[in-house]
């Protein structure tokens, strides 16, 4: 497996990706909810704010894909959470390639880059509804962010972070 910086002609594929990982929640969310989910994808691959695109090769094919962002403000337009430090957002893996480490990867690869960016923490939010991401990302070693949790809607959007100096990942 590789991950590298995604480039342009990676779009397409990109895209699939995510579409293919965040489908499953297709049929948890309402139409509308769903709807709007997925124009939020379509818009981040695009977006002017994303700091670094990530993907994740395994035989030449592009499998996962993660999006870093500088802060909160760049992340979700939300300077009120008052996140300085990198987030990552869109972590998706193709159904067809779990169970191969690639989520794994990705983050540790994220995590390095925010090193590099002389980031002390890398955060992230995700939801009850995300069960499988949860425990992962709790096993390498993110913890609750309480204080940078929100409220969309009627579902809560938990916080997470990962400091990155004592960081087990980072030391494999």
Do not use: C
């Not at 990705?106 to 499988?132: F, G, V």
Request: hydrophobic share 40%; no cysteine.
């Amino acid at each position: 497996m590789t991950v590298r910086h995604a480039v342009s002609t990676d779009r397409e594929a990109t895209i699939g990706v995510l579409l293919d990982a965040y489908q499953q929640y297709e049929q948890t969310l309402s139409a509308e909810r769903w709807a709007q989910y997925k124009d939020s994808i379509l818009q981040a691959i695009d977006s002017a704010t994303t700091k670094a695109r990530l993907v994740a090769e395994l035989d030449g094919e592009i499998v996962g894909s993660v999006f870093l962002y500088d802060s909160s403000e760049t992340a979700y337009g939300a300077p009120q959470l008052e996140i300085h430090n990198p987030i990552i957002r869109l972590l998706g893996v193709s159904r067809g390639a779990r169970g191969f480490g690639v989520a794994t990867e990705l983050i540790r690869s994220s995590a390095k880059l925010a090193l590099e960016w002389e980031a002390d923490t890398l955060h992230l939010h995700t939801s009850d509804m995300m069960d499988s991401a949860v425990r992962l990302y709790e096993r390498l070693g993110f913890e609750r962010a309480y204080d940078k949790e929100f409220m969309n809607g009627d579902l809560l959007v938990k916080s997470y972070r990962l400091p990155l100096k004592e960081s087990v990942l980072l030391q494999a």
